[in-house]
């Protein structure tokens, strides 16, 4: 059975910074792409980032390229999401999620694992 569970959430003003991780229980995380996905209130789900299963291949959305990093530990089972030069739309929960597949993908349907989520919130 996988757990995710995420963590590094929390207040900063406008233009600060983050890191978020996500730590995976069982045996098949280093075989698996992660992703990280946000929810502010009142709006759908959307993708954030998403890492295949070595690394070598990421995937963002554009409103936070250039910002966000996505990176991953497989020796730890932990993935990683370093926010930078936040701004208040960037408010939100933020949830990490692993699929049974090597590949990134950016639909919410394409992850079979959810974690509880993380609050970020940013200041203006």
């Known amino acids: 059975q996988v757990q995710l569970v995420e963590s590094g959430g929390g207040l900063v003003q406008a233009g600060g910074s983050l890191r978020l991780s996500c730590a995976a229980s069982?045996?098949?995380?280093?075989?698996?792409?992660m992703a990280w996905f946000r929810q502010a209130p009142g709006k759908e789900r959307e993708f954030v980032a998403a890492?295949?299963?070595?690394?070598?291949?990421?995937d963002y959305a554009d409103s936070v390229k250039g910002r966000f990093t996505i990176s991953r530990d497989n020796a730890r089972n932990t993935v990683y999401l370093q926010m930078n030069s936040l701004k208040p739309e960037d408010t939100a929960v933020y949830y990490c999620?692993?699929?049974?597949?090597?590949?990134?993908?950016?639909?919410?349907?394409?992850?079979?694992?959810w974690g509880q989520g993380t609050q970020v919130t940013v200041s203006s």
């Open positions: 999620a692993q699929r049974l597949g090597r590949q990134v993908r950016k639909k919410e349907d394409e992850y079979n694992y």
């Open positions: 069982g045996r098949t995380f280093s075989c698996s792409a």
């Open positions: 890492i295949s299963w070595s690394g070598s291949i990421t």
